[in-house]
């Protein structure tokens, strides 16, 4: 889902003999909030990858969408798209919001920008090297669930991750709630 700037590039946007080693894979989940439903779709054009990929979906049983997943995709696909505009309006407002915060209340976080999805990441490395503890920390003080960066390795250590797609109130709400937590983490 991307919010803002450069549209969504296709992966068969590639021209040539690269075309037939690609493998698109799809789905309505996080753009129209139907991720319980499990509708992905692998594409691939080149039948010899494909018929690999579909041995390897199908020995772990993965292949299979439940009772609602086909309907609901084609829905979300065909009649999606004012619900996902008034998404991304809301995505907009709450970013813009959080952006405006953090610079005014919490200036030793720096906000990593992107132009996809509703999650934000935050560069928290003035205040911990460790994204996991400083997490638990601000869940126990404060009830705020936020995700450590951690779990993705690398140096996601230094980060944290948000998820912005909720109403306006409950972002304000939890970025008071942020505040307060590494302001107490900090004492």
């Given amino acids: ?29 996080k753009t129209f909030n139907v991720a319980a439903l499990h509708a992905a779709t ?12 579909s041995r390897g979906l199908n020995s772990d049983e993965v292949a299979e969408p439940n009772l609602l997943a086909i309907p609901a995709t084609i829905a979300a696909y065909e009649q999606g798209h004012d619900w996902l505009n008034a998404l991304k309006k809301q995505l907009k407002q709450n970013f813009a919001y959080v952006q405006n915060f953090i610079e ?31 997490a638990e920390f601000i869940r ?6 936020i995700s450590a960066g951690s779990v993705y390795r690398g140096n996601g250590h230094d980060f944290i991750r948000i998820n912005l797609a909720c109403p306006l109130t409950m972002v304000k709400d939890g970025m008071q709630r942020l505040a307060t937590g590494i302001r107490k983490y900090n004492k």
Avoid: H
């Fill in 1 to 29: 889902m991307v919010r803002q700037g450069p549209d969504y590039t296709p992966a068969f946007s590639v021209t040539g003999e690269a075309q037939n080693s690609v493998i698109s894979l799809v789905s309505p989940s």
């Fill in 42 to 53: 692998a594409i691939v054009p080149d039948e010899n990858l494909r018929n690999m990929v």
């Fill in 104 to 134: 005014k209340n919490i200036p030793e976080v720096q906000i990593i920008s992107g132009n996809a999805t509703y999650l934000m990441w935050i560069d928290v490395q003035k205040i911990s090297t460790d994204s996991q503890e400083l």
């Fill in 140 to 145: 126990q003080e404060t009830g705020l669930i």
